[in-house]
């Protein structure tokens, strides 16, 4: 696509000319507000593989992004309190490293993605929405009943944990970890989107009868770009913890959810960038919008509302159509 082709040539440009600015004007906040678009960009992009491509409506996707935060948070918890996380049948204590965090995030956010996928995809339409949600519900209030890790308080980290020789509490060094990772994922998804199995998911989400009469398993495919999908967003879990040096039930709340899904619905599905552009714009509306008044998600709202009706291909096919008129 011609959009595609333009946001390969200019995102790093932008990507970096944000933080620079913040670096010149000496202000970190920039920096930060940068970051957390990228994290959220990374969650989105991560939904954006079941969604957007393969059609499969998620309203649970917070589960992987607060089980990728929770792990990072527990993990850093008992390394600064000298704890050990469990000691049967063989004593493992916490960790500070993001080296350590990371794999550890990512191999749990996989394999609850598997086992919620597993059930979930057994199901389609209303039904999968529904179950979806209730797991990521279900993990929601086990949270808050969880007083070891603060409840409904949620859990302070007070540190942002270690990288080696980077200091991760200099807001741009950990702008650029964030950013490899971002790379990292449209890396990903650019590879899985143009490669046979990549056909085959997105064929499903055309017709799903049709791909089954090929002799294709769908059920296998559906449940892989699940897993790879949730994994993802367990990423980005763990570096919006970090960011925070927090994380609370929030971040597995139904609310969270649709606040993912509502950054691919503005920045427009099945687009590489769709969902960054989306994380990027919602940002913007609530630094803007939210420095005059409380209620400005009902601006969101009817933004969004106005996308869905006139513009279903987003903000990036807004600007896809002006470059092909133009070409």
């Not at 702008?175 to 994922?185: E, P």
């Not at 367990?234 to 899904?261: K, Q």
Request: proline share 3%.
């Amino acid at each position: 696509m011609i959009i595609e082709k333009f946001f390969n040539k200019w995102i790093m440009f932008f990507l970096i000319l944000i933080p620079t600015c913040g670096v010149i004007f000496d202000e970190p906040y920039f920096i930060t507000l940068a970051t957390k678009v990228v994290i959220l960009g990374i969650a989105g992009i991560g939904l954006n593989l079941a969604l957007g491509y393969c059609g499969l409506i998620s309203l649970g996707h917070a589960a992987f992004f607060g089980i990728g935060g929770y792990i990072t948070g527990i993990l850093s918890f008992h390394a600064l309190n000298d704890e050990v996380l469990f000691s049967w049948p063989l004593a493992v204590s916490g960790s500070s490293e993001m080296l350590i965090i990371w794999p550890i995030a990512i191999l749990v956010s996989a394999l609850f993605s598997f086992i919620i996928g597993l059930l979930s995809l057994r199901t389609s339409g209303v039904y999968f929405i529904m179950i979806t949600l209730a797991f990521a519900q279900m993990l929601y209030f086990f949270s808050i009943s969880w007083p070891n890790y603060g409840g409904e308080d949620g859990l302070s980290i007070y540190m942002r944990n270690s990288f080696p020789m980077v200091n991760t509490m200099d807001p741009l060094s950990f702008y650029v970890i964030s950013l490899f990772w971002l790379l990292f994922s449209i890396f990903i998804s650019l590879r899985l989107i143009n490669s046979p199995f990549g056909m085959s998911f997105q064929a499903i989400k055309q017709n799903e009868e049709r791909v089954k009469s090929v002799g294709i398993e769908t059920f296998k495919v559906k449940l892989l770009v699940f897993v790879i999908s949730g994994t993802i967003t367990g990423l980005a879990g763990s570096l919006y913890t970090d960011l925070n040096r927090f994380v609370s039930p929030t971040v597995l709340d139904w609310h969270t959810s649709g606040e993912i899904m509502v950054f691919v619905i503005l920045g427009g599905m099945a687009r590489l960038y769709g969902p960054l552009v989306g994380a990027a714009f919602f940002i913007a509306l609530e630094q803007t919008l939210g420095s005059y008044t409380e209620n400005w998600q009902f601006w969101l709202g009817l933004i969004l509302i106005l996308v869905i009706l006139y513009a279903r291909s987003g903000i990036l096919g807004l600007f896809d159509k002006k470059l092909r008129h133009e070409k």
